[in-house]
């Protein structure tokens, strides 16, 4: 079963309005990290945000917020202000286990956002 | 920030031939280093953990002896792949952490093209 899940393949948004992408997550450890990365044309991958599992508040970085609904399982990215510099492919992940055990991270399938002038 | 070397950026070689992937961690010590491969328009997938001084853990259906990989000091890890045939053809990432606590860095990946 897909631990990580991202069910948008492509979106579309219009310059200067916000977008949600979303990502669901599979796990029964309690602990747990969810991230999301930015990957251009040019295929490096970028850290946008970071939700630990017992974090109370949503993570925000400047323009990206993470949605993050526990009960849902649910980790959704929102990008404020979309600028064309946007347009990417984005990926949830996520790692399973306790921060300080440095474990692996499962990615999603990816949503591919191109962002309109 | 961290900075991630990974190299070469492209390489193209025959079937049956080895290539081998470097990948730095450039201003802090990578204990654990991941290896991931990814297809195009595809998510990356786990190819195996590298630790610093110890043999590398490989994801199930990843050939160990196929995609050797050694990580000999805390900022190097290399990723050799071993007669290369056309199905091999990929991009490979390679990524490492600073502090188990912190995100993962990412190299800028290798575009492999076997002929």
């Known amino acids: 079963a897909q631990k990580i899940t991202q069910t948008q393949p492509g979106m579309f948004v219009q310059e200067k309005e916000a977008v949600t992408l979303d990502c669901t997550y599979d796990t029964s450890d309690p602990s747990y990290g969810l991230f999301w990365y930015k990957q251009p044309s040019s295929g490096e991958m970028i850290f946008l945000i970071y939700?630990?599992?017992?974090?109370?508040q949503n993570a925000t970085e400047g323009r990206y917020s993470l949605n993050f609904q526990k009960a849902r399982k649910s980790a959704n990215l929102v990008i404020s202000a979309s600028q064309l510099g946007d347009s990417a492919m984005y990926f949830c992940a996520m790692r399973e286990g306790p921060d300080n055990q440095g474990g692996k991270l499962i990615f999603g399938q990816g949503t591919e956002l191109s962002v309109k002038p | 920030g961290a900075v991630v070397s990974q190299h070469p950026s492209r390489v193209i070689c025959k079937s049956g031939t080895s290539v081998k992937i470097e990948c730095r961690s450039l201003?802090?010590?990578?204990?654990?280093m991941f290896w991931y491969r990814q297809f195009p328009k595809q998510s990356l997938m786990l190819m195996a953990t590298?630790?610093?001084?110890?043999?590398?853990?490989?994801e199930q259906g990843v050939e160990k002896d196929k995609f050797l990989i050694n990580h000999a000091s805390l900022t190097l890890s290399t990723l050799t792949v071993t007669s290369a045939h056309p199905e091999d053809s990929s991009f490979y990432i390679c990524?490492?952490?600073?502090?188990?606590?912190?995100?993962?860095?990412f190299g800028n990946g290798t575009r492999l093209t076997v002929t």
């Open positions: 939700q630990g599992s017992y974090d109370q």
């Open positions: 201003d802090f010590q990578a204990t654990t």
């Open positions: 990524s490492a952490r600073s502090r188990v606590t912190s995100p993962l860095h």
């Open positions: 590298s630790n610093e001084g110890s043999k590398a853990t490989y």
